[in-house]
């Protein structure tokens, strides 16, 4: 059995959530790997970040979002609302806040020691229902979907841009 691994940079934009069409990068890995048979896992070391695997929608919002895209977020604010005020969500508590604000890099977390920085509970519990992860066939050293099938990168979090990163991982034979 073979292991085959990699790392792509994804930029998130901040304000709304973030998606990224990975699967021209999945079925990269896939070739790179040679692996014939088994499969690949897409994963997202971030807390406020997802992979999932979903239809190519053909249709696009203003703001070039999938309709698909668009609808899972309605659907997510029903569920979970938009953090927006400290009284809405426990997260962050006091602790968080002191634990955060004693990190080397705090000002990148807490910008002018600004607390409502740090108002991404919603992030945290749409990425948790959404997942983490998305396993995928690896199929005659092809991606195993259909050709409507593709694979996101979501980042939930609103409250900055940022780099993220995602892990594709081949195993097989």
């Known amino acids: 059995m073979a292991v085959y691994k990699e790392t792509i940079m994804l930029k998130s934009h901040g304000g709304t959530p973030t998606y990224v069409n990975i699967?021209?990068?999945?079925?990269?890995?896939?070739?790179?790997?040679?692996?014939?048979?088994?499969?690949?896992v897409a994963i997202s070391p971030h807390t406020t970040c997802s992979v999932f695997f979903e239809e190519f929608v053909h249709d696009y919002n203003e703001a070039?979002?999938?309709f698909l895209q668009e609808d899972l977020n309605?659907?997510?604010?029903?569920?979970?609302?938009?953090?927006?005020?400290?009284?809405q969500?426990?997260?962050?508590?006091?602790?968080?806040?002191?634990?955060?604000?004693?990190?080397?890099?705090?000002?990148?977390?807490l910008p002018n020691g600004d607390r409502t920085a740090l108002f991404n509970g919603d992030a945290h519990l749409r990425s948790t229902l959404v997942g983490s992860s998305a396993t995928l066939e690896v199929d005659d050293g092809k991606l195993g979907v259909g050709p409507t099938?593709?694979?996101?990168?979501?980042?939930?979090?609103?409250?900055?841009e940022r780099t993220r990163k995602c892990k594709i991982i081949v195993i097989g034979e």
Do not use: M
Request: charged content about 30%; hydrophobic content about 30%.
């Open 64 to 66: 070039g979002d999938e």
């Open 74 to 87: 309605d659907v997510l604010k029903k569920i979970i609302p938009d953090h927006v005020n400290a009284d």
């Open 149 to 160: 099938g593709y694979v996101y990168f979501v980042d939930f979090d609103r409250t900055r």
């Open 23 to 40: 699967t021209p990068q999945v079925r990269e890995a896939i070739e790179k790997s040679g692996i014939k048979n088994g499969i690949c």
């Open 89 to 109: 969500y426990n997260y962050p508590g006091e602790e968080h806040y002191k634990a955060v604000e004693s990190w080397p890099d705090a000002a990148t977390y």
